[in-house]
């Protein structure tokens, strides 16, 4: 057997092997902390990447783990929606189809946790939004907020389990109001941050309500927000350009279809006046892809779930006639037309009328004769206020 050193050489060298080790352990830290580093820089690359352009969806998506995000706009059917959505995903048994499929609001306690208002289940996502929309957080503080982070979890919660999400507000139309204040690319940088992972992040898409005739839209918006006794005359002239972004559905579908997620546009009128399915049952059969709600026959077809149209009586008196009101609906459809050829081939966007049994590449059949190719949204709501202007010039120092 070797002899050992003397003992003043052994203790020389046990300071020789205390430095040793902790030039060791040094190392690992220093290692450890770049590999944190690293994940860091990757994950936040990834989430910034994925809003501008996601992942092409591999073949056989249909059956993988997905997210499908509903932002609107308002009164386009939205609440009609939301409310089968609750009844399907968080009813107990589930309506066959939805077994894998969540809505996944927090719960009640979970908001009062964090001394938070809840809006219920139906219009549960409406404060995540409304706090995404808080321009004055940085991005730091965002992503701390315990509202957001009780929606994070939620979310997350549902994902690991396996579940399809489906997220439903018509409050994400602000993506496209011009005087919000916000880069609406922020807006949905901050909504990404909150999906799980990439995959979800990539692997979503997103369902847009357009409700026909146009005008209709227009008139439901003075049912909600006119005020006792206002004409719609005075409505437009006076209240329309202060939310009029809402009644946008196809700038708002081009928010998305030019990040490159796969956009389903729902016809409401057309697929009423099909008649085969109802709004709610032709989202879910279009649009999340459960087979069991393609038919009449099955789940709750058309019963219980028709979009309601203009159920509330008029706030006060239209002062329009017919053809003024269709003149209206022609400066909308005017607009509209310039998406025609703006999405000419691009395949990651798809029509549902609800007459065949897939979704379609076409087009609506607009009369899209007249050359207003030019004219942005607000120029189009401005040409709608002079319409009615040049008919009633006074209307506007007659408050109701």
Request: aromatic share 8%; proline share 8%.
């Amino acid at each position: 057997m070797d002899a050992l050193p003397p003992p003043a050489t052994r203790k020389l060298l046990y300071p020789f092997g205390i430095v040793v080790f902790a030039s060791l352990l040094l190392v690992l830290v220093r290692v450890q902390k770049d590999a944190y580093w690293l994940h860091s820089v990757a994950t936040a690359f990834d989430a910034s990447t994925a809003s501008k352009k996601p992942h092409a969806a591999p073949p056989g998506a249909r059956n993988e783990q997905r997210v499908v995000v509903l932002p609107g706009p308002h009164k386009t059917g939205t609440t009609t929606v939301q409310n089968s959505l609750v009844r399907w995903t968080r009813g107990s048994p589930k309506l066959p189809g939805f077994d894998n499929w969540t809505y996944p609001v927090p719960a009640s306690q979970d908001f009062e946790s964090v001394q938070a208002q809840s809006w219920g289940e139906i219009k549960g996502f409406h404060p995540m939004v409304a706090e995404l929309l808080n321009a004055s957080q940085t991005p730091h503080d965002y992503l701390r907020n315990p509202l957001l982070q009780i929606y994070r979890r939620s979310i997350r919660r549902a994902w690991n389990g396996g579940k399809n999400i489906v997220i439903a507000s018509e409050t994400f139309d602000a993506l496209v109001n011009e005087p919000l204040g916000m880069n609406p690319e922020l807006l949905w940088e901050r909504f990404l941050q909150l999906l799980p992972s990439a995959h979800a992040r990539s692997n979503m898409i997103i369902g847009i309500h357009y409700r026909t005739p146009r005008i209709d839209q227009l008139i439901s918006l003075w049912h909600e927000v006119g005020k006792p006794g206002e004409s719609l005359v005075h409505y437009i002239l006076i209240e329309l350009t202060k939310n009029s972004f809402v009644l946008n559905p196809l700038g708002l579908a081009n928010f998305f279809v030019q990040r490159g997620y796969t956009v389903r546009i729902i016809d409401t009128g057309r697929v009423v006046k099909a008649g085969e399915l109802s709004v709610p049952s032709a989202v879910a059969c279009y649009i999340l892809q459960v087979p069991e709600q393609c038919s009449s026959a099955d789940g709750e077809g058309k019963s219980r779930t028709e979009i309601r149209h203009n159920r509330k009586s008029d706030p006060g008196e239209r002062m329009l006639n017919n053809e003024t009101l269709q003149a209206i609906n022609q400066l909308m459809v005017d607009y509209d037309c310039q998406y025609r050829g703006a999405w000419d081939g691009k395949p990651n966007v798809e029509w549902i009328y609800g007459e065949t049994a897939q979704p379609s590449t076409s087009f609506p059949a607009l009369d899209c004769s007249n050359n207003n190719a030019g004219r942005t949204f607000s120029q189009t709501v401005q040409a709608v206020v002079k319409l009615v202007y040049d008919l009633y010039p006074d209307a506007k120092d007659s408050r109701p």
